[in-house]
T-cell receptor, first 113, second 112 residues
Framework: DTAVSQTPKYLVTQMGNDKSIKCEQN?????MYWYKQDSKKFLKIMFS???????INETVPNRFSPKSPDKAHLNLHINSLELGDSAVYFC????????????FGNGTRLTVT | TQLLEQSPQFLSIQEGENLTVYCNSSSVFSSLQWYRQEPGEGPVLLVTVVTGGEVKKLKRLTFQFGDARKDSSLHITAAQPGDTGLYLC????????????FGTGTRLTIIP
């Protein structure tokens, strides 16, 4: 059983398109996150979502929006994709906002052409 | 400005050798975590150190948190090909995992 699963694994799309990445965790965790890993492997948090409380990294463009239908799911929707959005996006979860290590999914490699 | 600088950025050594990876900052952290990431996968937590000066061992891996809680090191003894991966340190400052800052990473390759 995969603890944190995200789909798709690879996503290739053109500039200006809108796309979504899905994430599900079966760990019963309360908090979920989206991270962006750039070409230099630097990992930076984008959002955390805990009990309907959204904490946003102020550097994230508003073209990015997380959507959580329930505690086990946190999807990432991206509008008007740009070349600079190309990266690997990781979903993660933790037991609570301040408790437990991060459990990461295997990433979604987004390529914008 | 990167809060957590790791060195070296790249390291390629022969199987059986020892190595040390460093994670340095000018900031104080309440705790520090080390992750290993393999190609095509997400980072996996190896260890968390909390107390200044703390040393934790995980088989051939030894992790140390600096006395001032600004830096950390990872020492691997008798490296094996299975140790190959991207090693990331991550420092916690304040309440909430969203305040976890990741380091710049060390890409380690162990040559059989």
């Amino acid at each position: 059983d995969t603890a944190v699963s995200q789909t798709p694994k690879y996503l290739v799309t053109q500039m200006g398109n809108d796309k979504s990445i899905k994430c599900e965790q079966n760990l019963g965790h309360d908090t979920m996150y989206w991270y962006k890993q750039d070409s230099k492997k630097f990992l930076k948090i984008m959002f955390s979502y805990n009990n309907k409380e959204l904490i946003i990294n102020e550097t994230v463009p508003n073209r990015f929006s997380p959507k959580s239908p329930d505690k086990a799911h946190l999807n990432l929707h991206i509008n008007s994709l740009e070349l600079g959005d190309s990266a690997v996006y990781f979903c993660a979860s933790s037991q609570a906002r301040d408790q437990g290590p991060l459990h990461f999914g295997n990433g979604t490699r987004l390529t914008v052409t | 400005t990167q809060l957590l600088e790791q060195s070296p950025q790249f390291l390629s050594i022969q199987e059986g050798e020892n190595l040390t990876v460093y994670c340095n900052s000018s900031s104080v952290f309440s705790s520090l975590q080390w992750y290993r990431q393999e190609p095509g996968e997400g980072p996996v937590l190896l260890v968390t150190v909390v107390t200044g000066g703390e040393v934790k061992k995980l088989k051939r891996l030894t992790f140390q948190f600096g006395d001032a809680r600004k830096d950390s090191s990872l020492h691997i003894t008798a490296a094996q090909p299975g140790d190959t991966g991207l090693y990331l340190c991550a420092g916690a400052r304040g309440f909430g995992n969203e305040k976890l800052t990741f380091g710049t990473g060390t890409r380690l390759t162990i040559i059989p």
